[in-house]
T-cell receptor, first 110, second 113 residues
């Protein structure tokens, strides 16, 4: 079952914050987050594991709420380079099989 | 490391022709994945391998699609015969054992006319 992301699209000004949500209808074991720029391959951002802590690097962080079967990606003080489509990938079984979400298009304006 | 290498980058073929997509994963990565990306369906997992063995091919659309991994450094995805609805970007990705993300190749843009 494909996880659902929200919002579908968001436009920000440089320096603004954004939150992207990823919801699953099944219990989650782990979550990946990726960013894909137009015409390029997805690039891995971070992984969150069941029972793990909130992760982050630089101004991008993520949380994992097992009870809500949901993960959220937080982008703070956004930069132009943050523009792209963000995907979550979810594993419900502890295997390496990840199903990707519907995607969130993010555009940061100067 | 050169990353995950896919070839060709672009492929245009006529309906009914056989198409073979190729992938070289990162050395030492135990897992290899084939995904297909379209506007309508997003990123779909087709099949994945662990140590050259197919683990889950439930995403392969139909018998026209087949994938092989004859050794740790090479995999192919074959479509025979191809149809216009197979047009998409096909990504190969690899991952090491453990809690790590995937490294994707640059993809093959397939157009079937």
């Amino acid at each position: 079952q494909q996880p659902v992301q929200s919002p579908q699209a968001v436009i920000l000004r440089e320096g603004e914050d954004a939150v992207i949500n990823c919801s699953s209808s099944k219990a989650l074991y782990s979550v990946h987050w990726y960013r894909q720029k137009h015409g390029e391959a997805p690039v891995f951002l971070m992984i969150l594991l069941k029972g793990g802590e909130q992760k982050g690097h630089d101004k991008i962080s993520a949380s994992f709420n097992e009870k809500k079967q949901q993960s959220s990606l937080y982008l703070t003080a956004s930069q132009l380079s943050y523009s792209g489509t963000y995907f979550c990938g979810t594993s419900t079984s502890g295997t390496y099989k990840y199903i990707f979400g519907t995607g969130t298009r993010l555009k940061v304006l100067a | 490391d050169a990353g995950v290498i896919q070839s060709p980058r672009h492929e245009v073929t006529e309906m009914g022709q056989e198409v073979t997509l190729r992938c070289k994963p990162i050395s030492g990565h135990d897992y290899l994945f084939w995904y297909r990306q379209t506007m309508m369906r997003g990123l779909e997992l087709l099949i994945y391998f662990n140590n050259n063995v197919p683990i889950d091919d439930s995403g392969m659309p139909e018998d026209r699609f087949s994938a092989k991994m004859p050794n740790a450094s090479f995999s192919t995805l074959k479509i025979q015969p191809s149809e216009p609805r197979d047009s998409a970007v096909y990504f190969c990705a690899s991952s090491p054992q453990g809690s790590n993300g995937y490294t994707f190749g640059s993809g093959t843009r397939l157009t079937v006319v």
